[in-house]
């Protein structure tokens, strides 16, 4: 079974604080984290006020190139992390996450060029962005051959889980309507990984239920 979860996203302060403000008030438990957009000074705010809140395990936190190996260290002791979502460009500065290869898992983009730098068999693995692939598959871009044909030699362990516009052929982060989600049922079932992290800016009640409807939607696409 898929583990789909909400997630702290967003970028302004004001974002993470009022999403940990419902995690709290809601005692929820379990999150993913997002902070492609927190630099080092909003991320050390929002640590502070993580550490004070509900929050007892976070598999999945996207990270950003300014990250350091202390605050990989941090997620994992605190907070039980194993999942780390890096972008192609982030290859090139490998070295600053040395001893944490393993736990980094790759997220592709959709715009037809896969970095030269980028060596898979040096990480994780694969962290699908379901609506990149879509996108990918839509637009016949270099990257969703390129995980077909990794897919058996790289493991793809999780994902992110957010909208799709099928005019624009791009994803959707904030979410109007659950027919957004309804693509995921024309994606092939080896995309899908053990951690789904809703990658959404809408609020954690808003999240709450379209990981309901989630639920359903995949349990129902996934057991066939």
């Known amino acids: 079974m898929n583990n789909i979860l909400l997630s702290i996203t967003g970028t302004k302060s004001f974002d993470w604080s009022n999403k ?7 005692k929820i438990t379990e999150v993913a984290v997002f902070l492609s957009s927190f630099d080092k000074k909003e ?7 993580l550490l004070k809140s509900m929050v007892r395990t976070i598999p999945f936190v996207h990270l950003r ?6 605050e990989i260290k941090f997620f994992i002791d605190r ?4 999942y780390f979502n890096i972008h192609e460009d982030h290859f ?10 393993d736990k980094l898992y790759l ?8 970095a030269k730098d980028v060596k898979v068999k040096k990480i994780g693995g694969f962290c699908v962005d379901l609506a990149h692939l879509k996108a990918a598959i839509s637009r016949g871009t270099e990257e969703a051959s390129y995980v077909f044909f990794k897919k058996t030699k790289s493991e793809i362990a999780c994902n992110h889980l957010n909208g799709y516009d099928p005019l624009k052929m791009e994803d959707v982060h904030l979410i109007k309507n659950l027919s957004a989600f309804d693509y995921l049922t024309t994606l092939p079932q080896y995309a899908f990984g053990k951690i789904i992290a809703l990658e ?3 609020s ?14 995949l349990e129902k696409y996934l057991l066939k």
């Open 20 to 26: 940990l403000k419902e995690i709290n008030s809601r």
């Open 43 to 49: 991320r050390d705010n929002f640590y502070r006020l």
């Open 65 to 70: 190139d300014d990250v350091t190996k202390e």
């Open 79 to 82: 907070f039980k992390t194993g």
């Open 92 to 101: 090139k500065k490998l070295d600053q996450w040395q001893g944490y290869w």
């Open 107 to 114: 997220e592709m983009n959709f715009n037809d060029e896969i």
């Open 200 to 202: 959404v800016y809408n």
């Open 204 to 217: 954690i009640e808003e999240q709450i239920k379209f990981k309901e409807y989630l639920d359903r939607l």
